[in-house]
């Protein structure tokens, strides 16, 4: 498996080795000792989510100001454009972001850690994502930050006017009115 780091450091983009023949195809799309090594940080994923969405739909920016999650996230069928931003207000990148294309093709997962807001947009008629958590989903302690602020300035590959969205997170609010962590 190859491991990538991205321009905020924390944020990594796994590989994996792929083995394919006229059968088909074979990944570990997990491992417990080779994301350790990887990383050097141990973590327990708690509860894995799937969803599906259409082509135009954003989902995010989201992350839990308690019970904070890392997601180790994946797409199993077409493509999205799956973004970090970092909250840690003590870190040298708060209020930064990453983005990269994940997709069936490339089978790339990212690591978004603890303390960054996760968000994607779907880029292919739909998209199956999967994302294993470190802790529980926790509404009360969920927090939404405005898909669009420029003070973030995420250049999303937009192939229309406004993407689709929830209203929940239409609602997102900006970096500067955001709860952050420390």
């Known amino acids: 498996m190859n491991v990538f780091k991205q ?13 394919g023949d006229a059968r088909g195809f074979f990944f570990e799309s997990f491992n417990k000792k080779v ?3 990887a990383t050097g940080i141990r973590r327990d994923f ?25 997601k180790l996230v ?17 870190s040298r ?19 978004v850690p603890e303390g960054f ?8 008629d739909h998209a199956e994502f999967l994302y294993k958590t470190t802790d529980y989903y926790a509404p009360k302690h969920e927090r939404c930050v405005s898909w669009n602020d420029p003070s973030i300035g995420i250049d999303w590959p937009l192939q229309g006017d406004t993407p689709v969205m929830s ?10 009115e955001s709860e952050v962590f420390p």
Do not use: C
């Open 46 to 70: 708690v509860q894995d989510n799937h969803s599906r969405s259409s082509k135009g739909v954003l989902r995010g920016l989201h992350y839990q100001i308690q019970q904070a999650q890392g």
């Open 117 to 124: 807001a996760h968000g994607f947009l779907v880029l292919s």
């Open 35 to 37: 994301f350790e090594e």
């Open 93 to 111: 990148t708060f209020g930064q972001w990453v983005g990269t294309i994940l997709s069936a093709e490339n089978k790339r997962q990212m690591w």
């Open 167 to 176: 209203e929940k997170d239409l609602k997102g609010t900006s970096l500067a």
């Open 7 to 19: 321009a905020i450091p924390d944020v990594l983009i796994f590989e994996p080795r792929v083995y």
């Open 74 to 90: 994946r797409v199993s069928e077409g493509a999205v454009f799956d973004v970090a931003v970092d909250m840690r207000q003590s």
